[in-house]
């Protein structure tokens, strides 16, 4: 018996990125690495966001996109959201592909901060391929140590990680997008970058964010405080299912009590906070049936490791999909399942919305 629901929809992917076969800047798996890609980068004043792409390695562009957009349709998502598109190319495959006819799933762009470019960007106004904005980036990750504290790492005495901007930079670099009704989304995972990004958008919007809907991508090192500001503001918070099951063990290492309120998705839920997800691919699984179960289990493969704090059924089921964006067509309902047996879901089939 199928089940036809709400689309799956993944607001933070890189996977036009990935299908065109440009590597990484660096081994994202490797701490060391990153640490140092992060430190090099905050040295030059830059920001992860504003680096020269990496080149493509496919040769025919569009077939390579095709195939990547394929993947995710086949995986139940109706849209996905490319966060961070560094180089033109890849809109330009888009294009080329959008010509031919429908295309497997919708796509979205956020332009990185470093390629986004006013008089390039303009609405498409097309179901299938549109541009929404751009994606700033405040400070580093927790693994690798270098997202902005408001104090030390409990495992780094005296280190705070790395703030790439702080409000009043971020707020002059946002302010011409926000001006021409651009989405704004920040990467802030620390609570002094969450606090620097919210601080921007107050001078930026001044107290009427929510009706543009700015975003926080991660927003990982949550307190009280700030989720009463993001919830106040109208601050749209992207989460990744799979990072509180990732980062746990690390999370205790390097946040200890903090971790009361880091990675707790209900506070921002109990307060009201507007929240959406994203798989942030290839960090974590394109798998929306594999995210779905990391939230409502805290586990990862079926096994409830109780490493995450769980989100209620309808909550994960509701910050995944969008019914406006299309349906996802099921091997079952999802609902009456054991949680731990939802990645075992077949999908069936997928209608993205495209009139
Ligand atoms: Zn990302």
Redesign the pocket.
Do not use: C, L, P, S
């Given at each position: 018996m199928t089940w036809e629901g709400p689309g799956f929809v993944d607001h933070?992917?890189?996977l036009l990125r990935v299908s065109v076969g440009a590597k990484g800047a660096c081994d994202y798996s490797n701490p060391a690495e990153l640490a140092a890609y992060h430190h090099a980068i905050f040295d030059d004043g830059s920001t992860p966001m504003d680096q020269p792409p990496e080149p493509a390695t496919a040769d025919d562009l569009p077939a390579a996109i095709e195939a990547g957009l394929a993947k995710a349709a086949a995986l139940g998502l109706v849209e996905i959201t490319e966060?961070?598109m560094t180089d033109w190319a890849h809109f330009e495959a888009l294009t080329t592909l959008r010509q031919r006819g429908p295309l497997p799933t919708r796509v979205r762009i956020l332009v990185a901060s470093g390629a986004a470019d006013l008089k390039r960007m303009d609405h498409t106004g097309d179901e299938w391929v549109d541009i929404i904005g751009v994606?700033f980036y405040a400070d580093g990750w927790l693994g690798p140590r270098t997202c902005a504290l408001r104090h030390a790492f409990d495992d780094r005495p005296g280190e705070q990680g790395l703030l790439f901007l702080d409000s009043s930079h971020l707020a002059a670099r946002i302010e011409p997008y926000a001006e021409e009704r651009w989405t704004v989304a920040t990467?802030a995972i620390g609570d002094r970058a969450i606090e620097a990004v919210l601080d921007a958008y107050d001078m930026v919007y001044a107290g009427a964010a929510r009706a543009e809907a700015p975003r926080i991508?991660?927003a990982q090192v949550l307190h009280p405080d700030l989720v009463a500001r993001m919830a106040d503001m109208g601050v749209v918070i992207c989460l990744?299912p799979g990072f509180a099951v990732t980062d746990a063990e690390a999370g205790w290492e390097a946040l200890g009590d903090r971790m009361a309120s880091a990675y707790r998705w209900q506070l921002l839920f109990d307060a009201g906070v507007r929240v959406i997800a994203?798989s942030?691919?290839p960090?974590e699984t394109l798998d929306p049936l594999v995210g779905l179960a990391e939230l409502v289990t805290g586990g990862r493969n079926g096994k409830d490791k109780a490493v995450a704090k769980p989100i209620g059924f309808d909550d994960a089921l509701a910050i995944m999909t969008d019914t406006w964006c299309g349906a996802t067509i099921l091997s079952d309902d999802p609902h009456t399942l054991d949680p731990a047996q939802l990645a075992d879901l077949e999908v069936v089939g997928t209608h993205p919305r495209a009139t």
């Open positions: 933070h992917t890189h966060a961070g994606k990467h991508e991660h990744q994203g942030d691919y960090i």
